[in-house]
């Protein structure tokens, strides 16, 4: 007996109207959210216009895929090669991000059109993300190195202080 008491309570508890709960319990979460959506239909609207101006319009993503692959090559290529130069590093490393952004647009893009995900998109993709992890590593090694420079520095003028 007890038993359907229980569950008489909660449909009853299910039934009621989101008119009763409290004011702060229904706006919250659509105030928090729409700033977040309002700048992300922004940047994505950046994105799209910047794509387009650059190489017309991309009506299946293939485009965005194309920018993704290139971007995550200069990243890795940056990475590897050219991240112990603090600016050209940052720039790699932007590079990079922006072929995980361009790759994830364009694989869904692809899917919306296709059904499937495109290959281009999907190893820009993967290279952007391989293009932050060694543009990460290349900029702390660039940090930490610099940091031994300037110690030995201060070390050696300590002592030519004391002779």
């Not at 700033?35 to 994505?44: C, G, L, S």
């Not at 293939?62 to 720039?91: D, E, R």
């Not at 790699?92 to 072929?99: E, K, P, Q, Y």
């Amino acid at each position: 007996m007890e038993e359907k008491d229980f569950n008489q309570e909660t449909q009853a508890e299910q039934a009621a109207p989101e008119a009763e709960k409290a004011p702060e319990q229904q706006q919250a979460p659509a105030a928090e959210s729409a700033p977040v959506t309002e700048a992300a239909a922004k940047v994505d609207a950046a994105i799209d216009g910047a794509v387009n101006k650059v190489f017309g319009s991309d009506d299946d993503g293939k485009k965005l895929s194309i920018a993704a692959l290139i971007l995550g090559i200069v990243g890795i290529a940056g990475g590897v090669f050219l991240s112990f130069i603090p600016f050209i590093g940052i720039i790699t490393f932007v590079c990079a991000l922006l072929g995980i952004i361009l790759g994830v647009k364009g694989r869904g893009k692809s899917i919306a059109v296709n059904g499937k995900a495109s290959g281009l998109a999907t190893a820009g993709f993967i290279l952007g993300i391989i293009g932050v992890v060694f543009g990460a590593v290349g900029l702390i090694c660039s940090l930490c190195s610099s940091a031994v420079l300037c110690a030995g520095l201060g070390a050696s003028n300590a002592l030519a202080g004391l002779q």
